[in-house]
């Protein structure tokens, strides 16, 4: 996730879903796995007087991945974002799981890559199946995963990622639960809960 794309209909409904998995699954917290890569320099402000840069008040004000730990106040949900540059995946996912195990209630974890879930992870805007598994393991009996998918240019891009997503070695694969919204129809979310 970068800054930029924070804050449209896509997180109104990614969020208004993770709170109500939280409510529904009786999980205090939301752990949300930001896979982040920091925003390039937006392009300037084209006037008559010239190129301006955007002001950095205003990007503050938009663009702030950080803003989402508002809802914890208002939600009364513990919500963390991870927000570590993600760049070496291996070890992301491992501080990512140390993170889980350290958690002490139960938690809906949501991994938000750029684009979904492959199979085989083939760039930063994705997380693999393995990855995925990788964290399932590390949730608690009781604890939700949660995976954002933006479509794809393919005919069945809604069953492909739940395939990549339920195939995850350790899933439910009968029971990955598919949530939409008429609000944004070029995403779901793909949600695993750990069973006892």
Known sequence: MRDPWYGGDRDVFKWSTLVHLARRESAPAILHVAMYRPAVDPPPLLTAQGHVALPVEVQRHFWNLDNIRDLSEVTGLAIEVYKEP???RAAYF??????IEAMSTPVVVF??????VESDAVGPAFVASAEVALVFEALRAGDVLVCYQRARRQKDWRGRARRAFANAPGLPSFDVEVLRSELA???LLLAAKKAP
């Not at 491992?94 to 993170?99: A, G, H, K, P």
């Open 185 to 187: 129809r070029d995403v």
């Open 86 to 88: 993600f760049v070496h």
């Open 94 to 99: 491992n501080e990512v799981c140390r993170r």
């Open 111 to 116: 991994l938000d890559p750029d684009i979904g």
